[in-house]
């Protein structure tokens, strides 16, 4: 990789646009490649809605925006209409993965989290995903542990093309997995909860990945 891993944004839980002068802080700076809206259970016509309201925080500041949502909706359809750049989706079903590639076309990203071992992540980059998400919070909250976290985001990239994301569950942790090759570090409750605000916590995350490469 010849330049830094690059910052993907993971957001909590989002019920309304009441979020979006927080997301364009944290993005306003141009480090942020990538932002995860993570939508809150709706019917299909308010989630895109709200995807529509949102989406301009991100985007006008040069971030793709990629939604995900545990509820019942389609997920392509709400990226599609809501002018998201991207889907993602949680768990390994190939099947699933093929039948959105073929509904997002090249046009949209696809990515994929929650991912339990090495088998299911190559069955799922040999399905069509656009990234693989390693290491982000469980369903319950609960962690894997950061070593295994940067063990597996660094065997991906060394050996597939397709990029990963690795979850940095604290800024003391985006070293650590900037050195395993990964083309994003991703961030969470580090940013929004940054003490001095969220374009605090994504300069700080910056400056360690743009410190890290330069050590490499």
């Given at each position: 990789?010849?330049?830094?891993?690059?910052?993907?944004?993971?957001?909590?839980?989002?019920?309304?646009?009441s979020f979006a002068p927080k997301l364009a802080e944290a993005c306003k700076g141009g480090a942020v490649a990538a932002v995860l809206l993570r939508l809150a259970g709706a019917?299909?016509?308010?989630?895109?809605?709200?995807?529509?309201?949102?989406?301009?925080?991100?985007?006008?500041?040069?971030?793709?925006?990629?939604?995900?949502?545990?509820?019942?909706?389609?997920?392509?359809?709400?990226a599609v209409r809501g002018g998201a750049d991207g889907a993602?989706?949680?768990?390994?079903?190939?099947?699933?993965?093929?039948?959105?590639?073929?509904?997002?076309?090249a046009e949209r990203a696809l990515g994929a989290g929650h991912i339990r071992t090495k088998d299911d992540a190559m069955n799922l980059g040999e399905a069509g995903v656009d990234y693989l998400l390693f290491g982000e919070p469980r369903r319950d909250g609960s962690l894997p542990s950061l070593e295994s976290v940067a063990e597996r985001a660094a065997w991906w990239a060394e050996i597939?093309?397709?990029?990963?994301?690795?979850?940095?569950?604290?800024?003391?942790?985006?070293?650590?997995?900037?050195?395993?090759?990964?083309?994003?570090?991703?961030?969470?409750d580090a940013v929004w909860n940054h003490p001095d605000g969220p374009a605090a916590g994504v300069k700080a995350a910056a400056e360690i990945l743009e410190r890290t490469e330069a050590s490499r």
């Open positions: 990789m010849s330049d830094s891993a690059r910052l993907y944004l993971i957001t909590p839980v989002v019920e309304d646009a019917d299909e016509r308010g989630l895109i809605n709200l995807v529509k309201a949102i989406a301009p925080s991100a985007q006008d500041h040069g971030a793709a925006l990629i939604v995900a949502t545990d509820s019942e909706a389609d997920i392509a359809n709400v993602h989706v949680s768990g390994a079903d190939p099947a699933r993965i093929r039948e959105l590639r073929e509904r997002l076309k597939f093309e397709t990029p990963c994301v690795a979850y940095a569950p604290s800024l003391e942790a985006v070293e650590t997995l900037g050195l395993t090759q990964a083309e994003f570090v991703a961030l969470g």
